[in-house]
């Protein structure tokens, strides 16, 4: 198993409602712990948090391999940077297509990302207004981790990914938030989410909506109460927490109601069409295959040290292993 590599203890929290067969968990190497908990999210995330013991925690999910030279990377970094509480790295998806693995770069805003303002009111609006997941998925101290993650399952409100928002905001209010240049993980965008599952797993239930509304005023109350309780810092009053919530929350609505307007959709939806339908045809730039990538990684050496090197070229061959064992054709040509 590719976890069982990395040298990094795991904990699986599997919320299906059959656990894995005998044969499957006699596989499982030492270094992960299988846990089969066939209940919501949160009360699986509020679980996890009794078995961390290690300095560092991330969150990840079932789709994505973690490179073990980006975790050295941003772990090293936490270590020679004290007032930074979460650091992570960049993402690259991946696909088949025409017997190939295609890539492509995800989350552009978190290109030169540094989230290092003293002010931490300041850090959580600037983060907020112009907004990109920069460390929910990221390498984080693990009091700040089990911190963020108690006040984020405190209450689950029926708001979509609500629960990101939280944890971004809390790290950014603990601390500053780096995302380096290495890359850092691979994302499956063949594998279909899980949604419709949980109250914050509605797609429909858009969060400027539910902020907006007037009567929605009880539940951002709670929501604005539950934060500054878990944000409290020694010597800040507490309504000034508040305030940073609120003001913070305010800028990601106006940054979500255009990022999120029907000109820029069609915009990103073309976009999307376009880098796929490009990428199959052998054509364009904004995606190329996982072979061509690896030939050209030399000349972005802040991206790609030769441990990254070493760690994508396992990952594509046990990818066109995974592939071929599922009638996928993928020829293994990577050179």
Request: net charge neutral.
């Amino acid at each position: 198993m590719y976890w069982g590599k990395l040298g990094v203890n795991v904990l699986v929290f599997d919320g299906s409602k059959e656990p894995l067969p005998l044969y499957a968990l006699e596989k499982i190497p030492v270094s992960i712990k299988y846990f089969h908990r066939p209940v919501g999210f949160y009360s699986r995330l509020q679980a996890a948090l009794n078995y961390i013991d290690t300095p560092y925690a991330s969150l990840v999910a079932d789709d994505e391999f973690f490179l073990k030279s980006g975790l050295s990377a941003a772990i090293d970094y936490l270590d020679k940077n004290p007032d930074y509480v979460a650091c992570g790295g960049q993402a690259v998806g991946f696909w088949r297509a025409q017997e190939d693995i295609f890539v492509t770069k995800q989350y552009s805003g978190n290109s030169g990302f540094d989230l290092n303002h003293e002010d931490r009111a300041q850090r959580i609006k600037n983060h907020f207004s112009k907004y990109t997941p920069a460390s929910v998925y990221a390498t984080v101290r693990s009091t700040d981790f089990i911190a963020a993650i108690t006040a984020m399952t405190a209450h689950e409100f029926s708001v979509y990914s609500i629960g990101e928002l939280q944890l971004e905001m809390f790290y950014a209010w603990r601390g500053k938030v780096k995302v380096l240049d290495h890359i850092y993980w691979l994302r499956s965008e063949e594998n279909k989410p899980t949604r419709n599952t949980d109250p914050s797993l509605y797609p429909e239930r858009r969060l400027e909506k539910w902020w907006l509304n007037c009567d929605n005023q009880a539940d951002k109350k709670k929501f604005i109460e539950i934060m500054s309780r878990h944000m409290a810092v020694s010597g800040l009053e507490r309504s000034k927490t508040e305030t940073a919530i609120s003001v913070a929350m305010d800028a990601y609505v106006k940054f979500a109601i255009d990022y999120y307007s029907p000109r820029s959709m069609f915009s990103k939806i073309a976009n999307s069409v376009s880098y796929k339908l490009r990428a199959a045809l052998g054509l364009g730039d904004h995606s190329m295959s996982a072979v061509q990538m690896m030939k050209i990684l030399d000349q972005y050496p802040a991206a790609v040290s030769d441990a990254a090197h070493d760690d994508l070229s396992n990952i594509y061959r046990m990818l066109c292993a995974w592939y071929g064992s599922s009638n996928h054709k993928v020829s293994n040509r990577f050179e």
